[in-house]
């Protein structure tokens, strides 16, 4: 098996995804969105602490910080359990993912506002929701106070804010030149 490109350390950030298999969908209703929620924080959280995500039909996006040597195992262990249980409800059979899950180092605080801004819009960049907010399977709600989710630990985003109404024009502000500021941190022809 190939190694990691990127080696995980304790206390770092890191945005961590991955897409179907051939690009094809790993959430197929709103009950299998809500179960992969689940088995993340079943098998994942003891590891990290997220900071954003996004849960969409075809791939998934989480901004962590690492806190144990687990999260590799939880990762694992998330991708063998929602897998299997994807199968058995759809009768199919191999693999739903493509492949291991992918690592970037996210390297400075001007980086976790990009990644954290573009895992909230991804959404709306591809023509699912007109507003980030209107995406169910997304930490953007708990940013704005619209929701008391359990994952995301947003302070390390929103204190780099005023107020959630800064980060929410922050967030609304994108422009396609701002994806220069997160280069190389996504998939490399991006959903």
């Given at each position: 098996?190939?190694?990691?490109?990127?080696?995980?350390?304790?206390?770092?950030?890191?945005?961590?995804?991955?897409?179907?298999?051939?690009?094809?969908?790993?959430?197929?209703?709103?009950?299998?969105?809500?179960?992969?929620?689940?088995?993340?924080?079943?098998?994942v959280t003891p590891g990290c602490q997220v900071i954003a995500y996004c849960v969409m039909p075809t791939h998934?996006?989480?901004?962590?910080?690492?806190?144990?040597?687990?999260?590799?195992?939880?990762?694992?262990?998330?991708?063998?359990?929602?897998?299997?249980?994807?199968?058995?409800?759809?009768?199919?059979?191999?693999?739903?993912?493509?492949?291991?899950?992918?690592?970037?180092?996210?390297?400075?605080?001007?980086?976790?506002?990009?990644?954290?801004?573009?895992?909230?819009?991804?959404?709306?960049?591809?023509?699912?929701?007109?507003?980030?907010?209107?995406?169910?399977?997304?930490?953007?709600?708990?940013?704005?106070?619209?929701?008391?989710?359990?994952?995301?630990?947003?302070?390390?985003?929103?204190?780099?804010?005023?107020?959630?109404?800064?980060?929410?024009?922050?967030?609304?502000?994108?422009?396609?030149?701002?994806?220069?500021?997160?280069?190389?941190?996504?998939?490399?022809?991006?959903?």
């Amino acid at each position: 098996m190939p190694r990691r490109e990127t080696k995980l350390a304790l206390g770092e950030h890191y945005h961590v995804y991955n897409r179907g298999n051939n690009r094809q969908p790993v959430c197929f209703e709103r009950d299998n969105y809500l179960f992969l929620l689940k088995q993340w924080r079943k098998y994942v959280t003891p590891g990290c602490q997220v900071i954003a995500y996004c849960v969409m039909p075809t791939h998934y996006h989480f901004l962590v910080h690492i806190i144990t040597d687990g999260f590799s195992h939880g990762m694992q262990l998330l991708g063998i359990s929602y897998t299997k249980a994807i199968n058995k409800q759809r009768n199919r059979v191999g693999a739903l993912f493509q492949g291991a899950f992918r690592a970037q180092h996210i390297e400075r605080d001007e980086y976790l506002l990009h990644v954290s801004r573009y895992i909230h819009l991804n959404p709306v960049l591809i023509g699912l929701v007109q507003r980030p907010e209107d995406w169910e399977f997304s930490s953007y709600r708990d940013y704005l106070g619209l929701r008391r989710g359990s994952l995301p630990v947003s302070d390390v985003v929103l204190g780099q804010f005023a107020t959630a109404d800064a980060y929410r024009t922050f967030v609304e502000s994108y422009a396609p030149a701002d994806r220069q500021d997160i280069a190389g941190l996504a998939f490399d022809n991006d959903e």
